[in-house]
């Protein structure tokens, strides 16, 4: 009998040691490769699809030029409201683009529309926050992870109105 327990005993101590998982995290296991975060180009890449030139350097006038024909496109009805229907099939479309760097549309004030403002905040925004020197335009340097671009600039005398940005 005590040789049987014996037995089992050894058994079950092989067994646990078997399907005990690394306690290490992840990130700190030297030999796995690191999951990039910055999938399809990261944020910074829906920005540059505005490059209306092509010259690498974005412009607060490209920006807002190809917001506004996007939204225009999107807004089939010319009523400056996109419906939940096409906000889905927006969003849909966005996070099958870019994953997890997709910035889905959100109706904000909840008045059952996407208007403009809404539509745009999210790229007005990011353009401000690459926009380092504040010369209204991303330059090749700004777009670069790290950005070596200038300081990043405050936000005091900026006004979203004069810039075709949404207003506060």
């Not at 994953?99 to 909840?110: K, M, V, Y």
Request: negative net charge.
């Amino acid at each position: 009998m005590s040789r049987r327990l014996a037995v089992l005993a050894a058994l079950l101590l092989l067994a646990g040691c078997g399907s005990r998982s690394d306690p290490t995290p992840p990130w700190l296991r030297p030999a796995e490769k690191p999951r990039d975060e910055n999938y399809h180009g990261g944020p910074a890449a829906t920005l540059r699809s505005y490059d209306a030139n092509h010259d690498g350097t974005l412009t607060r006038d490209e920006l807002v030029a190809g917001l506004k024909a996007e939204f225009a496109a999107h807004d089939s009805q010319h009523t400056g409201c996109l419906g939940s229907e096409q906000v889905g099939d927006i969003n849909q479309a966005r996070i099958a683009a870019d994953q997890s760097a997709a910035t889905p549309l959100i109706d904000w004030n909840r008045d059952g529309c996407i208007d403009y403002t809404e539509f745009s905040a999210a790229p007005y925004s990011l353009f401000d926050q690459l926009d380092r020197n504040g010369d209204g335009k991303i330059t090749p340097q700004e777009f670069a992870p790290g950005g070596r671009g200038a300081e990043p600039r405050g936000r005091a005398g900026h006004r979203p109105e004069d810039s075709g940005g949404p207003t506060p």
